[in-house]
């Protein structure tokens, strides 16, 4: 997801037109003089008139007022000090081209999007592992195809199905481990995932630092997805999605291989527990569509707050990722330090989300929030406490982003779940197409990106205090669940032993 950094990176250059030039005149010309000097001219993009340009050698970069030549006719050549080989070096993509190398990135992001939104309907459909397994075996081959691609569009054809395929495995696998864990045992899980995440952040810059060339590097990430094809062995099928489907006898096998496996054995009761869900789950023989995210007045709320929050906290996620990446650290050193930020903000979940999911919410992009804010008030010359500010604010926006994840698998209900994640990944998407273009109110203000990184996570704390609490709460499993309030109440009498027991059973693990 993140490799594009280092694949896609433009290292110092200058137009090879510019250096007999310079050399003829005995200049000391280097990568660093190339993109800034102060007659204006930049080397790593057009040749200089020889004759008027370089007159007086002496002071020719910083004084001399000779035209330019139109555009660069002999090519590039790029320092290899940091980058061996990327996709801006092999194909040219830097000046007039540059902007394909944009082009490259949104089709990426676009990739995301679409995978968010097919995969997350073909796994209410098909079922989560079937989706997480083809996601894989895509995955893999089109990585590794790749690394081989002859040209700059077979290249962005290729990562966009990467980056549906990524969607797609990481929506899944969440949802899947999410549905298979026990309610006291949930946000665990779900913190461990977004372990699993910071921890291919950290690496990915000690695999790039090791290996600079792109093809290498993409070779390097993507072949060892086709060891996951043992994964057809051992990847379980979601119970509840089972139950949900009306598969409730290949549902109750499940449970009871995973009771033995657990060395625990199903209630007396689970019989009243099966005849109650089969019941339950008569709505679910209706085709159950995104539309559904909507139909209904709860679920609407519910759902348009969950896509809200979903959406503004990877737009501040990125957006601040893209600001502070400009402090002009060396890039496996900036990598390193962004995953390592992950962690703390991932482990502090630990501490709060078992108390409340709502208060944790609110309280992590609320400070994330805020401290983007408080930026705006910070003199200049104040960076270092503007960095500081900046890091509070992408810890706190990185805790909600880990926390939003559960949060939202707990609110949607089974039938539609897969759908309102993948919906709720597709909004998240939006935000990262967007999160660069608000840079771009840099030309009327320096402070309105860091206003509008504060602003909008603030209101998403307001809109955090109208959903239901669900920690340690059964999951709903129709949208009647919803409506009626299911996870923020118990059921009475019989039901509520059934579905809610804190025991031994094997129930506990799709109740």
């Not at 137009?15 to 000097?37: D, E, I, K, M, Y």
């Not at 086709?226 to 096998?253: H, T």
């Not at 930020?341 to 482990?347: C, F, I, N, Q, S």
């Not at 804010?373 to 982003?401: C, H, N, Q, W, Y």
Request: hydrophobic letters at 45%; glycine letters at 10%.
């Amino acid at each position: 997801m993140l490799v594009s950094v280092f694949t896609g990176a433009v290292p110092p250059h200058f137009c090879r037109s510019a250096w007999p030039v310079a050399a003829n005149q005995g200049l000391p010309l280097n990568f660093s003089q190339t993109t800034s000097h102060g007659s204006g001219y930049n080397l790593s993009c057009t040749a200089l008139d020889a004759p008027s340009a370089f007159a007086n050698h002496s002071n020719a970069l910083a004084q001399s007022s000779g035209p330019m030549q139109g555009g660069c006719q002999g090519g590039w050549e790029f320092s290899k000090e940091t980058f061996h080989s990327t996709i801006a070096t092999e194909w040219g993509l830097v000046c007039d081209s540059a902007k394909l190398n944009s082009f490259g990135s949104s089709i990426y992001m676009s990739g995301l999007l679409v995978g968010a939104v097919l995969f997350g309907a073909l796994a209410d459909k098909y079922g989560r592992r079937c989706i997480i397994l083809v996601g894989l075996a895509i995955q893999a081959i089109f990585g590794v195809g790749t690394a081989f691609a002859p040209n700059f569009y077979v290249y962005i054809f290729l990562r966009f199905i990467v980056g549906t395929t990524v969607s797609a495995v990481i929506m899944n696998a969440f949802v899947l481990g999410t549905e298979w864990t026990g309610r006291k045992q949930r946000m665990l899980a779900g913190v461990i995932t977004d372990y699993s995440f910071g921890f291919g952040y950290i690496l990915l810059a000690g695999v790039a630092f090791l290996i600079r060339d792109w093809r290498k590097l993409q070779l390097a990430i993507s072949a060892p997805g086709f060891l996951f094809v043992f994964y057809i062995c051992v990847l379980p099928k979601s119970a509840r999605w089972l139950m949900a489907n009306g598969r409730n006898e290949e549902a109750m096998d499940l449970i009871r291989k995973a009771g033995t496996v657990n060395g625990k054995q199903l209630p007396p009761d689970v019989k009243m527990f099966q005849e109650y869900k089969e019941f339950e789950m008569d709505a679910a023989k209706k085709k159950h569509t995104v539309v559904d995210l909507v139909r209904t007045p709860r679920m609407r709320k519910l759902s348009l707050i969950l896509f809200y929050l979903w959406f503004v906290n990877v737009l501040v996620y990125y957006g601040l990722s893209l600001n502070i990446s400009d402090f002009g650290m060396n890039i496996y050193l900036t990598q390193f330090i962004f995953g390592l930020v992950e962690m703390p903000a991932r482990t502090i979940t630990l501490f709060t989300l078992n108390r409340s999911r709502k208060i944790s919410q609110f309280s992590f992009i609320a400070v994330g929030g805020l401290a983007c804010l408080l930026t705006i008030f910070i003199p200049d010359e104040l960076s270092v406490l503007r960095t500081v500010l900046a890091m509070i604010g992408k810890f706190g926006i990185t805790a909600s982003l880990s926390i939003v994840y559960i949060y939202s698998a707990e609110v949607f209900p089974t039938v539609i779940r897969q759908s309102g994640i993948g919906m709720s990944s597709m909004c998240a998407r939006v935000g990262g197409v967007i999160a660069p273009i608000i840079y771009l109110l840099r030309e009327y203000s320096k402070e309105a990106p860091m206003m509008m990184f504060g602003l909008c996570p603030l209101l998403g704390a307001a809109l955090t205090l109208l959903l239901p609490e669900t920690a340690n709460r059964p999951l709903p499993d129709t949208i009647r669940d919803v409506e009626e309030g299911y996870n923020s109440r118990e059921h009475d009498g019989a039901t509520q032993q059934a579905l809610c027991r804190e025991g031994p059973g094997a129930v506990e693990l799709i109740s």
